[in-house]
């Protein structure tokens, strides 16, 4: 059984800044990507930012410049810096890995979601 457990999202000012966590647990052999997409209302979910195991990352276009993407590959864990925050960064933000268990089964894995609302 894997998990992804995701803490840090709230409420902040427009300009304001937030840092999403997101660690996976359970019988994982290995993380090959991990990344944050997020969904607004009304709206598919898209992504925002993915990283590689190797470091390697990718942005929207819409959050370039803003936020940044990390991962401890030692704790199995996935960060979100999100700074400049505008009101419509407002979304569900949903952290996703794609990992192999230690049975050797590999597919993509969900949080549960976290709330990021941003105000004017």
């Known amino acids: 059984q894997v998990q992804l457990v995701e803490s840090g999202g709230g409420s902040v000012q427009a300009g304001g800044s937030l840092r999403l966590s997101c660690a996976a647990s359970?019988?994982?052999?290995?993380?090959?990507?991990m990344g944050w997409y997020r969904r607004a209302p009304g709206k598919q979910r898209d992504l925002v930012a993915a990283i590689t195991s190797g470091g390697t990352t990718n942005y929207a276009d819409s959050v370039k410049g803003r936020f940044t993407i990390s991962r401890d590959n030692a704790k199995n864990t996935v960060y979100l810096q999100m700074n400049s925050l505008k009101t419509e960064d407002t979304a569900v933000y949903y952290c996703?890995?794609?990992?192999?268990?230690?049975?050797?089964?590999?597919?993509?894995?969900w949080g549960q979601g976290t709330q990021v609302t941003v105000s004017s």
């Open positions: 359970g019988s994982i052999f290995s993380i090959n990507a």
């Open positions: 996703n890995a794609g990992l192999t268990t230690v049975w050797g089964r590999s597919r993509d894995y």
